[in-house]
């Protein structure tokens, strides 16, 4: 019979396509790691990986059977975390992803509430990006996600939670640090500093305000943290696009920059949570979702589920 040991192996083998990272994943030894592979081609009669000295190539069928592995292995996961939530729904380690542009910006006004109100829970927070969330979601290793939507489809449920609205934050002596509110047609001609890389849709939400305003990427600069993109301000090298809650957090008072509102209809972006359709938790995720936006800061809009 197979074992779920077995089946941890060849689907941490199948996403490394290396034995030690798949080893370190499942938290065994190499040589054990490969034991396990070894026993289940016995057991099924069929070769899953082809071994060279370099690399790890999984045959199509081991990459047929390390789906289904993963397929059993999610649904045990939700399997266990129905029978915990018989008892308490939301009691126990719960494990939610949030995007590194948005965690730590919103956490500090969610927590306190959410450790009152849920006082059996642990929460185990990962930062990543947007895409290998999902995926991970997916395989049942996050219980909940937080980030840009609409996040629902694709055997995923979610709640809207609120709109973020973005800020432009400019250098000091800026023309357009005269005006209180700035439009979209006042990016027209400007170069703004964005994201290098598209892992939670802020970037992709930049390049979308510059093609309505008339403004462009800057071709020779490039961020990949928020952080990166304010100090890129301070030294003049450009402006760039800020949601609230880090500019709440971080940039408002500081005496290095300006930022600006946008003018209504403020450019925003949607920030749903999302569950797996299959995770029965379904009723206690909506209204953990009502929770967090009971808890929201007055300068957020709240989104009616």
Not at 5 to 22: D, N, P, V
Not at 46 to 54: A, C, D
Not at 201 to 227: I, N, Q, V, Y
Not at 294 to 303: E, H, N, W
Request: proline share 8%; aromatic share 4%; net charge neutral.
């Amino acid at each position: 019979m197979l074992s779920f040991r077995q089946l941890r192996s060849l689907a941490a083998l199948a996403e490394t396509e290396h034995f030690r990272k798949a080893a370190e994943r499942v938290h065994i030894t190499q040589p054990a790691l490969s034991a396990q592979i070894q026993g289940l081609e016995q057991q099924l009669g069929i070769t899953l990986v082809e071994r060279t000295r370099r690399r790890v190539l999984m045959t199509p069928a081991g990459r047929e059977m390390a789906g289904r592995a993963r397929s059993i292995l999610a649904a045990v996961q939700d399997m266990e975390a129905a029978a915990k939530s018989l008892a308490s729904p939301l009691e126990g380690l719960l494990r939610i992803g949030v995007p590194p542009t948005l965690g730590p910006y919103l956490l500090p006004h969610v927590l306190p509430e959410l450790k009152q109100r849920y006082q059996g829970l642990r929460l185990y927070l990962r930062e990543e990006s947007l895409t290998n969330q999902l995926a991970e979601l997916g395989r049942g290793e996050l219980d909940l996600l937080l980030g840009q939507g609409p996040l629902e489809g694709e055997g995923r449920l979610a709640e809207p939670l609120f709109d973020e609205p973005l800020w432009l934050a400019l250098p000091l002596g800026h023309p357009l640090g005269a005006k209180a509110e700035v439009a979209p047609a006042d990016l027209a001609g400007l170069a703004l500093v964005l994201f290098e890389r598209d892992g939670d849709g802020l970037r992709d939400l930049g390049l979308s305000l510059c093609r309505e305003g008339g403004g462009r990427e800057h071709p020779d600069f490039k961020a990949t943290s928020l952080d990166t993109l304010r100090q890129m301000v301070v030294s003049g090298l450009g402006p760039c696009l800020l949601p609230a809650l880090y500019v709440t957090a971080e940039a408002l008072d500081d005496p290095q920059i300006l930022v600006r509102p946008f003018a209504s209809p403020q450019p925003s972006r949607r920030i749903d949570l999302a569950w797996r359709r299959t995770d029965p938790r379904a009723l206690a995720f909506r209204q953990f979702a009502a929770q967090l936006r009971s808890s929201l800061p007055q300068s957020i809009k709240k989104m009616t589920p």
